[in-house]
């Protein structure tokens, strides 16, 4: 019987789902709620001081899902939405997320043989952390795209509800800068970032991307430094070899 | 372009919505297409945190001293002891102490 398991295109078994998988891979991520809870609120504080309401930080959250670009959002956001900054939102949210093109492409020689309804669903709810435990779950070489869906949909859970709380709370903060509330986003990324600080070549990168983004701040009005300095370093990583 | 669009804000959600769901499942449609090539994979490798640095940098150099020891604080706290929570509260705390002293 276990001579004859079929085989996917990356080696490892071919994709199975289960209600246990689902499960198994809710339960993994429960180490990483507490920081996806106090982001999400985070969030939520700041859409509130960008004059977004409840209902509308909550269906961003539960539509758009991607908390960097979320936040990235916010600072170019204004309530006299014209149709250019609604291009820059997209334009700004599609850079911050091309990195889950290449998430999702590495998942494929796993789930690709899976039915629709179990591939959708799974890719929908993927983000940066549960990708990261699926990847590790089929290196061990399992093959439940259920733990991929079950460890995306928790976050969700807890996403979602996490920014309501956030916004509510947000919109009693009067004065967000005397309590250094601004600086959460861009003290959160650098903690994000600082522990892989040691890989040389893409230092590199993020270094090109910072002084162009500076650069851009003050030559060019609005908001485009991020899309710019991020592009930027993309670039720059790409034309650097591997060292 | 100009003209302040109705249901505006939905309409930008809308639209981040779009692009994200974009760029989720390409990965699963692109496959029997394009491949991805070393170059363009060590491009969206050096993309998240390159963000980052395009995010932070100005934010540094704007608000000046206080936001960049904050910043600084964070990024040793997060080397040394791995634990998100105490950097990002003593970041906060650093900031806020600063800036009511200036």
């Not at chain 1, 004859?4 to 990356?10: E, K, L, Y």
């Not at chain 1, 009693?172 to 890989?199: N, Q």
């Not at chain 2, 600084?72 to 900031?95: D, K, P």
Request: overall charge neutral; proline content about 6%; glycine content about 10%.
């Amino acid at each position: 019987m276990t001579s004859m398991q079929p085989v996917a295109s990356d080696g490892a078994p071919a994709p199975t789902w289960s209600f246990a998988g689902v499960l198994a891979g809710a339960r993994v991520m429960i180490p990483a709620l507490p920081g996806v809870v106090v982001f999400a609120a985070a969030f939520g504080a700041l859409a509130a001081q960008k004059g977004l309401t409840l209902f509308e930080t909550v269906l961003m959250s539960a539509v758009v899902f991607a908390g960097v670009s979320q936040f990235v959002s916010m600072e170019i956001w204004s309530p006299a939405m014209t149709g250019s900054l609604i291009f820059a939102i997209a334009l700004s949210t599609l850079v911050v997320n091309l990195r889950m093109v290449l998430m999702s492409a590495s998942l494929q020689p796993w789930i690709g043989g899976a039915p629709a309804w179990q591939i959708y669903p799974s890719l929908v709810l993927m983000t940066d952390g549960n990708w990261v435990a699926s990847t590790r779950y089929r290196k061990e070489g399992g093959a439940d795209v259920g733990y991929l869906f079950g460890s995306g949909l928790v976050i969700w859970l807890f996403w979602v509800p996490s920014t309501a709380i956030g916004q509510i709370f947000g919109s009693l903060l009067t004065d967000p800068k005397r309590f250094g509330v601004d600086l959460i986003v861009p003290l959160y990324f650098i903690a994000l970032l600082a522990p892989t600080l040691e890989m040389s070549r893409r230092s590199l990168a993020w270094i090109s991307a910072g002084v162009t983004a500076v650069a851009v701040f003050y030559l060019v009005p609005g908001h485009w430094y991020v899309i710019v300095g991020a592009l930027t370093g993309a670039v720059v990583g790409g034309l650097l070899g591997d060292d | 372009m100009t003209d302040v669009v109705p249901y505006g804000a939905l309409a930008a959600i809308a639209a981040m919505s779009f692009a994200t769901l974009l760029t989720r499942l390409s990965g699963h449609w692109m496959m029997g297409g394009i491949t991805l090539t070393p170059r363009i994979r060590r491009m969206l490798e050096a993309l998240p945190g390159s963000v980052v640095a395009a995010l932070v940098v100005p934010v540094m150099v704007k608000e000046g001293l206080p936001a960049t020891l904050a910043m600084i604080a964070v990024g040793a706290l997060m080397i040394w002891r791995r634990n998100e929570f105490l950097a990002l509260a003593c970041g906060i705390a650093i900031a806020a102490g600063l800036r009511a002293l200036y």
